[in-house]
């Protein structure tokens, strides 16, 4: 079977630091570039054009509603898509095990799945179960779409099997400490309206995701509020050894794995408080969770 084309579809949004070197390494594999673009005022839109990329415009709400526009709206007959960040590096060897699965795949695969890799501050995160996390970053197009959750959204498969492939993604956060506080402040927003149902049940997962979603909802969040957060971390960084990453593992498990965890825990804390308070004793209304 010969090579079928792909599609790479890049949210972003004031990217420009990020964007080239996500595009150099896509560079040769992707036949077709897709910048949709939700109103960047860097020179995002203009390096994604030099390179080649088509750029489209729409109003960000979500991750999820924007990735589905994109489906639905992108042009070409490129046979697969593509999903990758703008902070997310195809490495050398992936692509090479694209390339050589996509000249063999069988017609009933229409997944593939890949390896991520973060680097934090310069270092390879291996420990505390951040790696391998396999996702599903490449499929057929028509056959799959971003599940409408506010975080940790995932593709989900209509039909078809899934492959594995060798080769890493990179991730390489962040571009500052500050920036990465403020991103998860967000983050922690989104999760908290997942957590309260706002954006309905999640779609059911197979494989890793599905896996890391059910510990989640079955075991994580019956745990006390507050208590949880500190058990993730200690059974992240001592019996996964996330130790062994040494300082910069030290700083990324403590914040992506307690700090994290306790500020969606104090967020719904707060959510709860304003809720129990009658709008009528002080004629305020409960806080709402920003978009």
């Not at 960000?60 to 902070?87: H, K, M, P, V």
């Not at 000249?103 to 391998?132: C, M, N, Q, W």
């Not at 993730?232 to 996964?240: A, G, P, Q, S, V």
Request: charged residues 25%; hydrophobic residues 40%; contains cysteine.
């Amino acid at each position: 079977m010969t090579r079928q084309g792909i599609a790479a579809i890049v949210l972003t949004k004031n990217e420009e630091g990020d964007l080239p070197a996500c595009l150099d390494s896509i560079e040769g594999l992707a036949d077709a570039i897709f910048v949709i673009d939700s109103g960047s005022t860097d020179r995002t839109t203009e390096i994604a054009v030099s390179r080649g990329a088509k750029v489209l415009t729409h109003p960000f709400f979500n991750y999820a509603s924007q990735f589905n526009w994109a489906l639905e709206n992108i042009s070409g007959r490129e046979e697969w898509i593509l999903r990758i960040d703008a902070d997310e590096r195809v490495s050398p060897e992936l692509a090479d095990s694209i390339r050589r699965k996509l000249s063999t795949v069988d017609a009933e695969v229409t997944g593939i799945l890949v390896p991520r890799l973060t680097f934090f501050l310069g270092r390879k995160i291996r420990h505390g179960e951040t790696y391998p996390v396999w996702l599903l970053r490449f499929f057929r197009r028509g056959v799959g779409r971003c599940e409408e959750t506010w975080m940790d959204e995932h593709i989900v498969l209509d039909k078809g099997t899934t492959v594995k492939v060798r080769g890493d993604l990179l991730h390489e956060i962040p571009k500052s400490l500050s920036e990465w506080v403020r991103k998860h402040d967000w983050y922690a927003d989104r999760e908290c309206k997942d957590i309260l149902g706002v954006s309905g049940s999640p779609s059911d997962l197979t494989g890793q995701p599905g896996v890391r979603r059910a510990l989640k909802q079955g075991i994580y969040l019956r745990f006390p509020m507050f208590a949880r957060a500190f058990l993730y971390w200690f059974y992240r960084y001592f019996l996964k050894f996330g130790f062994l990453d040494g300082k910069e593992g030290l700083i990324y498990h403590f914040l992506q794995g307690f700090w994290y965890r306790f500020l969606v825990d104090a967020k719904l804390y707060e959510l709860k408080q304003a809720a129990s308070v009658p709008s009528s004793t002080a004629g305020i209304q409960s806080r709402q969770l920003p978009e």
